[in-house]
């Protein structure tokens, strides 16, 4: 398993990680397999969706903010229950097919971490699993 720590900066923010999951599975030297990209944080998950139009990421972003509002009838003390929802709505694991040594994404497709809670330091598990 590898580990990348990225910062984030701001309170509500999705990062393409592309590049740090390619590196994780250029350092795992395998030709075909799966690559899964577990976040193990409680108010951050993972997704993938478009990466050509950054319009996009607002609108997710800002739906989900209309849906779960960060003020609300919340039982959770530590006032920060929008982001334990928001992130599991879109979950904390992805799955990724390695084709010839690459991240076989579709062509307008980026992996997001999605921060709700920030900014904090953030850790995303990976492993590459070749292909039997
Ligand atoms: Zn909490």
């Given at each position: ?103 076989a994404l579709g062509t307008w ?9 920030g900014p904090r330091t953030r850790k995303i598990w990976i492993t ?5």
């Open positions: 398993m590898q580990e990348i720590t990225i910062r984030t900066q701001q309170h509500c923010q999705f990062i393409n990680i592309d590049a740090q999951v390619q590196s994780a599975v250029d350092a795992a030297r395998i030709q075909n397999g799966i690559c899964c990209i577990f976040v193990p944080h409680t108010t951050a998950g993972i997704t993938i969706n478009e990466n050509a139009d950054p319009d996009v990421v607002r609108d997710i972003i800002a739906t989900l903010d209309k849906l779960v509002p960060w003020h609300g009838n919340y039982a959770h003390t530590e006032g920060n229950s929008a982001a334990h929802v928001k992130a599991s709505m879109l979950g904390f694991c992805q799955t990724v097919l390695v084709r010839e040594g690459k991240l497709q980026s992996i997001y971490f999605c921060e709700f809670d590459v699993i070749p292909a039997p």
